[in-house]
């Protein structure tokens, strides 16, 4: 397993990172607990969740246990003030039967919290991490025009975005924006929510990013392994390789 550095989080992450948002879809307890596990003793050590689904911050958190020192931990929450975030990250730390969050995102396409804001969002952020309940803040949205807005702001550390083959080309720059501001990425979406098939030319595509870490939203084993195993066996990147990648991207533009 490769591991790489988000930003200007410092956190030594995984390349492959685990999509915990569905874990409810897992199974039972156990069935998640394995698989988590599983993933983690194949040198996984970041994943990722949401307050919007308690459940599965609760199933993720009952899962590391015992190894909660060894991985890194994102969650999020659009909640609407201050007061609404410092109550979320309260909830996720107890349910998660931890101390802190390592990554901290605000989840939000159509408004981007600013310091000494009048709803107290950031400022509320800023507290949790000077307290140190969350180690680094980032943002979580869909929205071009917000997470250009982040990243020149200076005051977000980390930025989750969908990004794979078939996104624009000012994508591709807000992903070299990043590299130059030392912000982290996350790119959610790898297949474009179901519609690319063809793995190994999007985990290849992706790994051309060195600054890009892929979430993979993971709800079985099955998934699991296939995710690992193009991990180790990716494509080779040659011309071959640009011309499948540039007819996808002609096929569905």
Same mark, same amino acid.
């Given at each position: 397993?490769?591991?790489?550095?988000?930003?200007?989080?410092?956190?030594?992450?995984?390349?492959?990172?685990?999509? #915990?948002?569905?874990?409810?879809?897992?199974?039972?307890?156990?069935?998640?607990?394995?698989?988590?596990?599983?993933?983690?003793?194949?040198?996984?050590?970041?994943?990722?969740?949401?307050?919007?689904?308690?459940?599965?911050?609760?199933?993720?958190?009952?899962?590391?246990?015992?190894?909660?020192?060894?991985?890194?931990? &994102?969650?999020?929450?659009? &909640?609407?003030? *201050?007061?609404?975030? /410092?109550?979320?990250?309260?909830?996720?730390?107890?349910?998660?039967?931890?101390?802190?969050?390592?990554?901290?995102? +605000?989840?939000?396409?159509?408004? /981007?919290?600013?310091?000494?804001?009048?709803?107290?969002?950031?400022? &509320?952020?800023?507290?949790?991490?000077? *307290?140190?309940?969350?180690?680094?803040?980032? /943002? #979580?949205?869909?929205? $071009?025009? %917000?997470?250009?807005? #982040?990243?020149?702001?200076?005051?977000?550390? #980390?930025?989750?975005?969908?990004?794979?083959?078939?996104?624009?080309?000012?994508?591709?720059?807000?992903?070299? $924006?990043?590299?130059?501001?030392?912000?982290?990425?996350?790119?959610?979406?790898?297949?474009?929510?179901?519609?690319?098939?063809?793995?190994?030319?999007?985990?290849?595509? $992706?790994?051309?990013?060195?600054?890009?870490?892929? $979430?993979?939203?993971?709800?079985?084993?099955?998934? %699991?392994?296939?995710?690992? +195993?193009?991990?180790?066996?990716?494509?080779?990147?040659?011309?071959?390789?640009?011309?499948?990648?540039?007819? /996808?991207?002609?096929?569905?533009?």
């Amino acid at each position: 397993m490769e591991y790489v550095r988000l930003g200007r989080t410092n956190l030594m992450i995984s390349r492959v990172a685990f999509g #915990a948002v569905s874990l409810n879809k897992a199974g039972d307890d156990e069935s998640v607990a394995l698989l988590v596990r599983g993933a983690y003793n194949q040198g996984i050590n970041f994943f990722d969740t949401t307050r919007s689904s308690a459940d599965s911050e609760k199933l993720l958190g009952d899962a590391i246990g015992d190894i909660r020192s060894s991985v890194m931990i &994102a969650s999020k929450s659009g &909640a609407q003030s *201050g007061a609404e975030i /410092l109550g979320d990250v309260e909830t996720s730390l107890n349910v998660m039967h931890t101390d802190y969050i390592d990554l901290y995102q +605000y989840e939000s396409d159509s408004f /981007l919290p600013q310091p000494n804001g009048a709803d107290g969002i950031y400022n &509320a952020l800023r507290t949790l991490k000077d *307290g140190g309940k969350i180690r680094s803040i980032g /943002l #979580a949205t869909q929205s $071009l025009d %917000l997470a250009e807005s #982040a990243v020149r702001s200076g005051f977000y550390d #980390a930025l989750q975005f969908p990004f794979n083959i078939l996104s624009s080309d000012e994508t591709r720059q807000l992903v070299k $924006l990043c590299e130059e501001n030392d912000v982290g990425f996350v790119a959610m979406q790898p297949l474009c929510g179901g519609v690319l098939e063809n793995i190994p030319l999007a985990f290849g595509f $992706l790994h051309e990013y060195e600054n890009v870490v892929p $979430l993979w939203g993971v709800e079985n084993e099955e998934e %699991l392994n296939q995710i690992l +195993y193009f991990n180790e066996h990716p494509p080779v990147i040659d011309e071959k390789f640009h011309d499948d990648v540039e007819r /996808l991207r002609m096929f569905f533009n």
